[in-house]
């Protein structure tokens, strides 16, 4: 493999250290048989504590260098989608209406926080269909749906929704133009279910979806990178089609589930937090093994910025306030339903004081 086959214009995109690692041997083969490779899944797995979250940042800033739109799937969980806030990239955070995510930062003239200068732009959408339409290109979006309902079944009936629609338009070529994407999904057990936990319906029935959008969808370019403790965190068929797989610290895998993985059983009890491996398609890795330089891979950290992070609101338990001004809305204004969160860019839309009526319009 030619390390510096790659396009200059692009070369010129990157930050020092990742111009170092992708004109190496081993950015070259992560180039051309990952990141490249539109709708190649990714499964990061290890137990807690691993390093499973910060290796996905390291994905995810690669990915925003490509055309892919990345997506990222908030787990709620110790403000962990704030480093995205600090990637040089504008933030785009899309939640069920009714509710807001705000971002504070310490201000040394009040002595208290404050909102965040360069907030991300929240957009709130009416149903998880509309999540799509609000998916914005050169932004990292992150879907913060987790804690924005009354209950975890309702926030999963959100999901299944979302997957449902997204399979759906992808077939019936309705998707908005966003693909390629690459959605992100942290601690994904909490809209997955593996051979663990299978108990309710609406598990099975996100099992059934995710396994759909791993096979179907992957062709139209829409790409998964899930992260989860245990390789039977995922459905079997969903498994089985991952493709890629990032090995960190107690991935453990039964030879007769995937012998490519299994190899790794006796090592990766010992990889500390910043080191993995990435076993390509069919099991290849690069460096080969365990007793070459650079193996297991070492990963950047990405640390927390000094933020506060706050979630507000429930979609299907509106505040009384909310819920007035919801009536009031729909009395006024028309039901544009998928169009809504194109929308708020008029939010703050300022009607001209004069109108001339009898302005010439160009018709150009
Ligand atoms: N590349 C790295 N360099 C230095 N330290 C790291 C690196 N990756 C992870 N760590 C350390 O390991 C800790 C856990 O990392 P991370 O949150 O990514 O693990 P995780 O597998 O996602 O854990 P959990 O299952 O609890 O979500 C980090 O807070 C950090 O202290
Ligand atoms: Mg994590």
């Known amino acids: 493999m030619k390390p510096l086959n790659l396009n200059a214009a692009w070369l010129s995109t990157l930050l020092p250290e990742q111009f170092k690692f992708i004109t190496s041997m081993r950015g070259a083969h992560f180039a051309y048989k990952f990141l490249f490779k539109k709708g190649h899944h990714l499964f990061i797995i290890g137990t807690s504590g691993s390093g499973k979250t910060q290796k996905a940042y390291f994905v995810l800033r690669w990915i925003k260098t490509t055309k892919e739109i990345p997506i990222w799937i908030d787990s709620a969980k110790n403000g962990e989608m704030l480093p995205l806030l600090t ?7 899309i ?3 009714g509710c807001d995510v705000v971002i504070s930062e310490w201000s040394k003239d009040e002595s208290k926080y404050v909102r965040m200068k360069d907030h991300p732009t929240v957009v709130q959408v009416p149903d998880a269909g509309s999540a799509w339409w609000a998916v914005k290109k050169g932004h990292i ?27 759906l338009w992808i077939r019936k070529n309705r998707m908005p133009h966003i693909l390629p994407f690459a959605l992100f999904g942290d601690e994904s057990h909490w809209f997955l279910a593996g ?97 070459d330089v650079g193996y297991p891979w070492p990963f950047p950290f990405f640390p ?24 009031l809305e729909q009395e006024i204004t028309p039901d544009l339903s998928k169009y809504n969160a194109l929308c708020q860019d008029l939010i703050n839309y300022k009607i001209p004081a004069t109108i001339n009526r009898y302005e010439v319009i160009n018709n150009d």
């Open 87 to 93: 990637m040089g990239t504008p933030v785009n955070i």
């Open 95 to 97: 939640c069920p209406k």
């Open 141 to 167: 979006n992150i879907f913060c749906f987790r804690v924005a309902f009354s209950s975890d079944a309702r926030a999963r009936e959100w999901m299944a929704e979302l997957f449902t629609t997204l399979s």
């Open 195 to 291: 051979e663990k936990i299978t108990s309710d319906y609406q598990r099975k029935v996100l099992s059934e979806l995710i396994t759909e959008l791993s096979l179907e969808d992957r062709a139209h370019g829409a790409r998964l990178v899930l992260m989860a403790q245990s390789y039977k965190s995922l459905p079997p068929a969903s498994r089985e089609n991952m493709i890629h797989s990032l090995v960190c610290r107690g991935c453990k895998v039964s030879p007769d589930e995937n012998n490519a993985l299994s190899p790794y059983n006796q090592y990766s009890s010992k990889y500390p937090a910043n080191k993995g491996v990435f076993v390509y398609e069919g099991g290849y890795t690069y460096p080969r093994n365990e007793q």
């Open 304 to 327: 927390m910025p000094p933020l506060k992070l706050e979630y507000k609101g429930e979609f299907d338990d509106p505040t009384p306030e909310r819920a007035h001004e919801e009536e």
